[in-house]
C-alpha cells in the first residue's frame, strides 16, 4: 500500500512542480513557433485522456503492436474481449468504428476481422467513454474507434510491416502477417494505399456438460486467409477538400472440427467466407474563419456471408447459410467558435441511415430485416476559468420492420430525444474531476438477430440468434478524476431497459446459445489506475521529484483494477474483478522490455455466465528496439507465457458448465521498415485513410 500512497503523492507533487514552469515553457514555446524554418516534433503519449475519450498509441508501443490487432487490444487496461462479456471497455459495451467509419460487422465475423489486421499497421486506438450528441443515439455506452491510417506525405514514401508468430499445441501451428502502406501527393491530389494480408492457423478445444452426462466436446482446427486493401484520395481547392476512401476486406477461414457427446460422435468440415467493401465520400467546407467548419459525408458497405458446414462422417451438408447485409448514411455537422464565456464551441448536424439484412438457410429466406433511422443533434462545449461543460441532445426516429420466415417481426417506430451533458473542473493542468450524463439506445445488432447457425452446429450443441430481440435503452451516469494521463479513478451506472445479453439454455437434447431481452438491469463498475516509477525506489520521493521526466521513457509499473457487478433480476450477482499489471523497463542499447499480467476472481457473474476459475489469465513479454535512425522497428514478443488462457463458466439457473481455451501461448516476432525520403523538403500531412480530422487538423486547414 505504502508505494500506491507514495505513488499518487508524486502524481500530485510533479503537477504542483510543473505549474511553477509554465510561464517560461510558454514563452519558449511562443520564441519557437515564432521561427519559420525550425521543425518542431510532437512526442506522442502512449496515452492521452481528454474529456469524452481516452487514445492509446499503438505505433509506438510494441507490446500492443507486435501481434494481430485482437492480441494488442486484449491488452489494454480495462478492455476486455471474450466469448462470453463481447467487447467492453470499463464495463461499457462497445460499437467498433474503423478510421471513423461504423464497421457493422459482430460477433465471429467481428473476431475474424480483428484477428487478420496486423497491430503494427494500427496508428491508434480511439475509446470514446462519453459519446456526445454528434455521436448517433445507437452507439450505446462507449465507442472504439481503431484508426489504420499512417501520415501522408507530399512525397512517395513507403513502410513495409510484417510478422510471425507459432504455437505447438500438438500440432505445430503458424501465422504471418505482410503489409505495405504507399503514400504520395501532386498539386492536384494526395493519395494513400494500404494493401496486406495474413495467414492465421489455430486451434481451440470447448465443451458443454452437465453433472449426469457430457454435451458436447469440441476439437477445432482453423485456417485464416485474409486479405484487406484500403485506399484514400485528397483533393484541395483552396480552403476545402474532398476525400475519397473505398477499403476491400475479404476472409476465407476453413475449420476441421471433431465432436462428440452424448449419443453422437461427428466429425465436420466448416467453411465461412466474408467479403465487406465500404466506400465513403467526405466534403469539408472551411473557411477564413479556422474554428468553423462544415462536414458532409456519405457511406455505404456492403458485407456478404456464407457459412457451410459438412459431414464428412456420410459425406452430407449440415448447414447452408448466407446473409447479405447493405448499410447506407448520409450525415453533415457544422461548428463554429463563438466569442462566449472564455470559448465556446457550438456544433450541429444530422444524419440519415439505413440497414437492409437478409438472411437465407439452404436458399430460403428466413429473416429479413429493414432499419432506416433519421437523427439531428446539437451541442455546446463552453469553457469558463477553470470550468469545462458540454450539454447536448440529440432527436433520433427509428422505423424497423421485418420477418422471420412466415412471421412479421414486432415493429419499432419511435422518436426519442437522447440528452447528454458532462461538467469537468480542471484542478490545474493534467488533473481534473468530472461528472457526465447520457442517454443511449442499443439497436441488436444482425448477428444476434440471425436465426441461422454462423458458427457450428451438431445434435446436442446449437447457436442461434433472435430476430424478436427489442432494442435497448440506457440511461449512463459517471464520475471521474483522472491525473497526468495515467492516473484515473471512475464510478458509473448504467441503468438499462431491455437488456439485450448472451444467454445458454437447456434443450431436448443439450444446450444452444442464443440471445434475450432482459426487462430491466444496472450495471456497476469501479476502476482505478496509477503508475509507480521504479526510481520511487531506488532514489526515493525527494529525487524522484528533481527529475524532469517523460512518463512514456521511464522505468514504471502500471496497476489497473476494475470491478463491474451486473444486477439482474432473479440472480443473487456478484461482482467481477480485473487486475492488470504492465511493466516497462527500458534495458541497455535501448531496447524496452514490457510485461503485462492479467486476471479475474472467481465467482464474478457476466450477466448469466458465472466465472470458475480467472478468466483469461496470462503473462505477455516484449522485447523492442529501433534501428537505422529509428526507421527500422522490431519486436519479439511470448504470449501467454504460462500457458494459463482459459474459460470455465457455470450457466446460471441451469446445471451447465461451459469450458473453453485456445492456443494462446505464442512465440512470435514482428518488423516495421519505414523506407526514408530522401527529399528534405518531404513534410507529414493529416492520414487521408481516416476520413474524420482530427481536431488539430480542423483548426489549421484553411490557414
Known amino acids: 500500500m505504502k508505494p500506491i500512497l507514495t505513488s499518487i503523492l508524486l502524481t500530485f507533487s510533479v503537477f504542483l512542480y510543473a505549474q511553477d514552469k509554465t510561464t517560461a515553457n510558454d514563452s519558449i514555446k511562443k520564441m519557437e513557433t515564432e521561427l519559420d524554418e525550425m521543425v518542431l516534433e510532437k512526442k506522442k503519449k502512449a496515452v492521452e485522456r481528454q474529456a469524452d475519450r481516452v487514445i492509446f498509441d499503438f505505433s509506438e508501443q510494441s507490446h500492443l503492436n507486435s501481434g494481430m490487432l485482437l492480441d494488442g487490444l486484449k491488452k489494454l487496461p480495462g478492455l476486455i474481449v471474450s466469448d462470453v462479456a463481447g467487447m467492453m471497455y470499463q464495463g461499457k459495451g462497445l460499437q467498433v468504428y474503423m478510421d471513423g ?99 492465421t492457423e489455430s486451434y481451440q478445444s470447448s465443451e458443454f456438460f452437465s453433472p449426469d452426462y457430457l454435451i458436447s466436446r469440441n476439437l477445432t482446427d ?90 464428412r462422417l456420410n459425406d452430407n451438408i449440415v448447414l447452408n447459410n448466407d446473409s447479405d447485409q447493405d448499410f447506407y448514411q448520409f450525415k453533415t455537422d457544422y461548428s463554429q467558435q463563438l466569442e462566449f464565456l472564455d470559448k465556446t464551441k457550438i456544433s450541429a448536424g444530422a444524419l440519415a441511415d439505413r440497414l437492409d439484412f437478409e438472411a437465407k438457410s439452404f436458399g430460403n429466406t428466413n429473416l429479413d430485416y429493414s432499419r432506416t433511422t433519421l437523427g439531428f443533434y446539437a451541442e455546446g462545449h463552453a469553457n469558463y476559468k477553470n470550468f469545462e461543460f458540454i450539454v447536448g441532445s440529440r432527436l433520433e426516429s427509428y422505423d424497423i420492420h421485418g420477418n422471420a420466415g412466415s412471421d412479421d417481426l414486432i415493429p419499432f417506430k419511435q422518436t426519442r430525444f437522447f440528452p447528454n451533458a458532462l461538467v469537468q473542473y480542471n484542478v490545474m493542468p493534467q488533473i481534473y474531476v468530472n461528472a457526465s450524463y447520457n442517454k443511449k439506445i442499443r439497436l441488436p445488432n444482425t448477428s444476434a438477430l440471425n436465426p441461422n447457425n454462423t458458427s457450428y452446429q451438431n445434435p446436442n450443441l446449437g447457436s442461434f440468434g433472435n430476430p424478436f430481440l427489442q432494442p435497448t435503452i440506457y440511461n449512463n451516469y459517471e464520475l471521474e478524476l483522472n491525473a497526468f494521463e495515467y492516473f484515473f479513478i471512475n464510478y458509473s451506472i448504467t441503468d438499462a431497459n431491455n437488456q439485450i445479453i448472451s444467454r445458454v439454455v437447456t434443450t431436448d437434447n443439450g444446450a444452444a446459445i442464443t440471445n434475450e431481452n432482459v426487462d430491466n438491469a444496472t450495471i456497476y463498475n469501479f476502476n482505478f489506475g496509477i503508475p509507480i516509477p521504479y526510481m520511487l525506489f531506488t532514489k526515493g520521493l525527494k529525487k524522484t521529484l528533481e527529475f524532469d521526466f517523460n512518463p512514456d521513457e521511464i522505468n514504471f509499473l502500471f496497476i489497473y483494477v476494475g470491478n463491474q457487478k451486473n444486477i439482474i433480476p432473479g440472480l443473487d450477482t456478484k461482482s467481477v474483478w480485473n487486475i492488470n499489471l504492465t511493466s516497462q523497463i527500458i534495458l541497455p542499447a535501448k531496447v524496452k522490455f514490457t510485461a503485462s499480467y492479467g486476471t479475474t476472481n472467481t465467482g464474478g457473474y457476466y450477466n448469466y455466465y458465472v466465472v470458475d ?28 507465457l504460462f500457458n494459463t488462457v482459459h474459460q470455465n463458466l457455470s450457466i446460471a439457473q441451469t446445471n451447465l458448465i461451459y469450458n473453453s481455451r485456445y492456443d494462446s501461448r505464442r512465440v512470435g516476432f514482428s518488423l516495421s521498415y519505414k523506407i526514408p525520403s530522401k527529399n528534405k523538403q518531404a513534410k507529414e500531412e493529416g492520414n487521408i485513410l481516416n476520413s474524420v480530422p482530427t481536431n488539430e487538423e480542423q483548426n489549421t486547414i484553411g490557414n
Open 222 to 311: 482453423r485456417t485464416n486467409r485474409y486479405y484487406y486493401l484500403k485506399t484514400g484520395l485528397k483533393f484541395d481547392f483552396k480552403m476545402d477538400r474532398l476525400l475519397v476512401n473505398y477499403d476491400i476486406t475479404t476472409n476465407n477461414t476453413s475449420s476441421y472440427i471433431n465432436a462428440a457427446g452424448n449419443g453422437f460422435i461427428s466429425d465436420d468440415k466448416g467453411k465461412t467466407k466474408n467479403f465487406y467493401n465500404d466506400v465513403m465520400l467526405t466534403y469539408q467546407k472551411r473557411f477564413e474563419d479556422p474554428f468553423k467548419k462544415l462536414d458532409f459525408r456519405v457511406n455505404y458497405n456492403n458485407n456478404n456471408g456464407n457459412f457451410d458446414q459438412d459431414s
Open 101 to 199: 467509419r461504423p464497421l457493422n460487422i459482430y460477433s465471429q465475423d467481428l473476431t475474424a476481422y480483428l484477428e487478420g489486421i496486423p497491430g503494427n499497421t494500427i496508428e491508434k486506438v480511439e475509446i470514446i467513454t462519453h459519446p456526445g450528441a454528434e455521436f448517433p443515439a445507437t452507439s450505446g455506452g462507449a465507442i472504439i474507434n481503431i484508426v489504420s491510417s499512417k501520415k501522408s506525405q507530399k512525397y512517395l514514401s513507403a513502410t513495409y510491416s510484417n510478422g510471425y508468430s507459432y504455437t505447438n499445441y500438438d500440432n505445430a501451428r503458424h501465422r504471418f502477417n505482410n503489409s505495405l502502406t504507399l503514400n504520395s501527393g501532386n498539386k492536384l491530389f494526395n493519395w494513400q494505399i494500404n494493401a496486406g494480408q495474413s495467414y
Open 613 to 640: 476459475k480467472p478468466l483469461n489469465q496470462r503473462v505477455d513479454l516484449t522485447f523492442s528496439k529501433k534501428f537505422l535512425s529509428d526507421n527500422l522497428s522490431v519486436s519479439l514478443y511470448v504470449n501467454d
